[in-house]
């Protein structure tokens, strides 16, 4: 009975991706953010935010759920690690399940967008319950210090138990939500290539090695590719999972841009497409003018593997903070580029766009 449960399983993921193939879905979305926006803090200002985006023609939309070390939704599981149960920013309000109401009410996609990832804290981990609690679990680089890189700092994301975590709190955001995805992005999974010298990870090199001790260049090719295939592991485990509880719910990547996502972070993504464990990728074109965007997104399509343009939706830098704004004609010519270059739909970085655009994103794209 369990081989046939199982060769059901496999048939049925073969159709849902033969189905998407045949007939592409298309992404034009989002994502939502904790910081910088005030789209998440009140049943009001989601509602506002949803109606926003369904008017400027959007598909979907990514909702941070995980953030800093701590979620935006009330989170028994990571209460029973650090005794934190949600942002304190959201007490006493759900901002996960509001969006889940109300886009499903007006027809969009709502996906959980875990942002941190592997990471636990930003600028300051002095006071982190994490580090606190468990020691054990950080990253390090090969001088023995607390792995850190722009800011962030970061877990050994190859411990089984930080690998646990994560998998339990994404797990627990499908068991508990009706979310249409999930997503990781550049920090899920990921580890940035100057860790992997923690005790644990040695010990685990070490055992695969004949004893011989990691490179001590961080960026040699084989010790990165061993650290990515480790991570690729990790994939490929989550997507089952996710699939095993909502085949329909879609598991979505939103990495770096390869070979730099590789290099800098041990993202190996079209790995994750050519074994089958992303539903979508989201690549980060993060670029400041359309020339550069151009040969970014022309890049892309040297490294995919074939048949999976379809599952590629680019990322757009439409907003950064107080700082950066891409102007309405800009957006509308890198839309354009994504058509012609065969690309069914993007996602804007991040919603403050949409919020402050005079006219819609989505006129005839």
Known sequence: MKFILIVVSIFNLAIIGYSQEKNPIVVK????????????????????????????GLTDIFVVVWNDGVTMYPSPLVKSYTGILQDTNFKNFDPLLA?????????????????????YAYKDSSKNKWLEKYPDWVGRNSKGELLKKNGFFWWNAMNPAVQSFIKKLVLEVVNKY???????????????????????????YQSENQGSLPPSDAKNPA?????????????KNLYSSVKKINPNCLV???????????????????????????DL????????KLDSYTQTLKAIATHLPSNSKYKIFPGILSSLGDGYRA??????????????????????????????????????N
């Open 29 to 56: 979305g989002t994502w939502i953010t904790s910081s910088a926006s005030v789209a998440m803090y009140s049943k009001q200002n989601v509602i506002e935010t949803v109606e926003n985006c369904k008017k400027n």
């Open 99 to 119: 969006f889940v109401e109300q886009g499903h009410k007006l027809g969009l996609r709502v996906h959980a967008w875990f942002e941190f990832g592997f990471s």
């Open 178 to 204: 009706q979310v249409d995805g999930i997503q990781g992005d550049d920090r899920l999974p990921a580890m940035p290539s100057e860790g992997g010298y923690d005790a644990l990870t040695i010990k685990m």
């Open 223 to 235: 010790w990165i590719s061993w650290r990515a295939n480790k991570l690729n592991g990790f994939a």
């Open 252 to 278: 979505t990547w939103a990495p770096s841009i390869y070979p730099w996502s590789k290099e800098q972070y041990l993202q190996d993504w079209p790995t994750w497409l050519k074994d089958g464990y992303a």
């Open 281 to 288: 990728i989201i690549p980060q074109v993060y670029r400041y």
């Open 327 to 364: 102007d309405s004609l800009m957006i509308q010519q890198m839309i354009s580029l994504n058509r012609q270059e065969g690309y069914n739909g993007e996602v804007l970085f991040y919603y403050q766009t949409i919020k402050e655009s005079k006219t819609p994103i989505y006129k005839n």
